[in-house]
T-cell receptor
Framework: QKEVEQDPGPLSVPEGAIVSLNCTYSNSAFQYFMWYRQYSRKGPELLMYTYSSGNKEDGRFTAQVDKSSKYISLFIRDSQPSDSATYLCAMHSGNTGKLIFGQGTTLQVKP | EPEVTQTPSHQVTQMGQEVILRCVPISNHLYFYWYRQILGQKVEFLVSFYNNEISEKSEIFDDQFSVERPDGSNFTLKIRSTKLEDSAMYFC??????????FGSGTRLTVV
């Protein structure tokens, strides 16, 4: 079983839609959960991180963690064409800085 | 906003040659990392570096790879004898703590 699984998509939505991006993981030791956005031929850009179950909101973005189900989500409200990118989940145990990434989901928001 | 700077942006090298990928981390950061991303695949951890030594490395980071912080600002990844399968985007990252990474824009390495 892969440590982190993420549907690669692609996911195409109309502008203004609510987007839901998800990852599952198998390692119970993971404590910190990140979402990165990556534009083509650029490095990942940190959007949000959380370390407990529950929700964390930042503007149009909400990160949700369910440790009992080993499931994390990122919701994007009022999606914009500029949100079109690949979204990567990543996580680690907190003992070292080593991040384990998901495959990334490619999102296209159509005007 | 502070950035992690990587040079060159694209490097083409012949198989068997040595390459050095360079990174300038953010100045007050203490943790340094290299990751790579083969086209169409996941971003993969290579190595982390803290307090002037390697703190963790992956199975990918074999004897062909080495890292150095030759002065107070640069952080380099050396691949001694490149193979075709080393072709990838290589990302440097730095952080003040093991959580808030900032990645550079990457060096695309093409081995021919």
């Amino acid at each position: 079983q892969k440590e982190v699984e993420q549907d690669p998509g692609p996911l195409s939505v109309p502008e203004g839609a609510i987007v839901s991006l998800n990852c599952t993981y198998s390692n119970s030791a993971f404590q910190y959960f990140m979402w990165y956005r990556q534009y083509s031929r650029k490095g990942p850009e940190l959007l949000m991180y959380t370390y407990s179950s529950g929700n964390k909101e930042d503007g149009r973005f909400t990160a949700q963690v369910d440790k009992s189900s080993k499931y994390i989500s990122l919701f994007i409200r009022d999606s914009q064409p500029s949100d079109s990118a690949t979204y990567l989940c990543a996580m680690h145990s907190g003992n070292t800085g080593k991040l384990i990434f998901g495959q990334g989901t490619t999102l296209q928001v159509k005007p | 906003e502070p950035e992690v700077t990587q040079t060159p942006s694209h490097q083409v090298t012949q198989m068997g040659q040595e390459v050095i990928l360079r990174c300038v981390p953010i100045s007050n950061h203490l943790y340094f990392y290299w990751y790579r991303q083969i086209l169409g695949q996941k971003v993969e951890f290579l190595v982390s570096f803290y307090n002037n030594e390697i703190s963790e490395k992956s199975e990918i980071f074999d004897d062909q790879f080495s890292v150095e912080r030759p002065d107070g600002s640069n952080f380099t990844l050396k691949i001694r004898s490149t193979k075709l399968e080393d072709s990838a985007m290589y990302f440097c990252a730095s952080s003040r703590d093991p959580l808030g990474y900032t990645f550079g824009s990457g060096t695309r390495l093409t081995v021919v």
